[in-house]
């Protein structure tokens, strides 16, 4: 059956992907400047979707022109603070009026489930724009009371700070999360006014064009929100342009350090969320009937392409063997297929390329002498499916230990709880996640202050909510998005000082 003939899409869904997808820049929809597209497809079944603009640095260069000057037009910079959080709380309201829509987007673009990307993806995508528009009256400086102590004898000054939007910022997105990644870098950006040029990943632009046609009709002033589809070459653009004042990019570790040096040209600020490598540690006293269905989401969820994901399972040696045939039982009971299927738990992974990679990496831990309880290898003859693989075995020096997969895949390492755990975790260039399952709560405690991540999660796993600050340690990446901090990437505060 061909995704035009499914009877399950909806009908508004139909109707965007009859349309090119075109280049949102200074509120018009509008073609590539050198005409190109480019397909995206269904990773269920390699059927190609629609056709997107094709956006180059000349593109970019437009869009960054077009974001100048809406942040300078005093019909952004100038309006209110209550007039930016009703607009703002505006786009969450009409995620949540079509939730199924994008939903289901969603799934043909990246093959997740369209059910739990409703409930996820674009459920808290909703939350994050509602949380974010009450942040834009809440931007504020401080007084400082001053001593001036090089100042005549009885001078008076009066000094204080403001907090001002940077200004024009690119924001790259990757294409596991599509519309909440964007909702993450979008939001917190517009609550302080700044403007913004978006690039999504090529992989899954879709949900990000969608949300743009609804950024349109919230009635959002022409050139605040930006939207350029394309390739490397066109986030590199966005990167060293000299006109963007900060680039936000979510990624690959390797693309991040690209970042890093594109970005040096003007200095623009750069904040950075990559990869990860997580441990996820199980002690003994663990409550089982939580702890084995709460690691298999650990590395499960999203096919197990998430920068969290608890790939690296550290399980005490009392429990090794029955611990680990627990999660690889429960593994192969997972229902893969479709995304737009209500029953899939597991769908495709994104891409040929990324099909391409887990599937080496596989290769790899068998050829190294890792030993699958469930899984090793894909799933179906179509689409670009793997099973859910659990490796025991293995060693600290395998690549699937050590190298970040972005799949379905778990390795799984005894630890001796008189020797600890903290080291063989903290093993790893990464340091963004890190689970916890105990049922002593200071040996939980003392466990999460040992290990080297930006989130620990307790007897839970993907502990995620909008007002918790995210990010990483070491080099999964540079700044914190979610919460309170992430204002501070998209601000900068300025001294004022007045002499009485």
Known sequence: MTIAADPVLHSSVRDFLSRSGKLLIGGEWVDAASGRTFPTYDPATGEKLTEVAHAEAEDVHRAVQAARAAFEDSAWSRIKPNQRERLIWRIGDLLSERAEVFGQLEALDNGKSAGIAQVVDVGWSADVFRYYAGWATKIEG???????????????????????????????????????????????????????????????????????????????????????????????????????????????????????????????????????????????????????????????????????????????????????????????????????????????????????????YLAEGLADGARALTGGKRWGDEGYFIEPTVFVDVEPRFSIVREEIFGPVVAALPFNAEQGVAAAANDSDYGLAAGIWTRDISKAHRTARELNAGSVWINQYNGFDTALPFGGFKQSGWGRELGAEVISLYTQTKTVNVAL
């Open 142 to 360: 401080s007084t400082v009371n001053v001593s001036m102590p090089f100042a005549p004898e009885g001078a008076q000054f009066h000094a204080y700070t403001l907090r001002e939007p940077v200004g024009v910022c690119g924001q790259i997105i990757p294409w596991n999360f599509p519309l909440l990644m964007a909702a993450w870098k979008i939001a917190p950006a517009l609550a302080a006014g700044n403007t913004v040029v978006l690039k999504p990943a090529e992989q899954t632009p879709l949900t990000a064009l969608l949300l743009g046609e609804l950024f349109e009709e919230a009635g959002f002033p022409p050139g605040v929100v930006n939207i350029v589809t394309g390739f490397g070459d066109a986030g590199a653009a966005v990167a060293a342009h000299d006109g963007v004042d900060k680039v936000a990019f979510t990624g690959s570790t390797e693309v991040g350090k690209l970042i890093v040096d594109a970005a040096k040209g003007n200095l623009k600020k750069v904040s950075l969320e990559l990869g990860g490598k997580s441990p996820n540690v199980v002690f003994a006293d663990a409550d089982l009937d939580i702890a084995v269905p709460g690691s298999l989401n650990a590395w499960l969820f999203n096919h197990g392409q998430a920068c969290t994901a608890g790939t690296r399972l550290y399980v005490e040696d009392a429990i090794f063997e029955e611990f680990t045939q627990a999660v690889a039982d429960a593994a192969a009971q997972v229902k893969i297929g479709p995304g737009l299927d209500p029953a899939t738990q597991l769908g495709p992974l994104v891409s040929q390329e990324q099909f391409d990679r887990v599937s080496r």
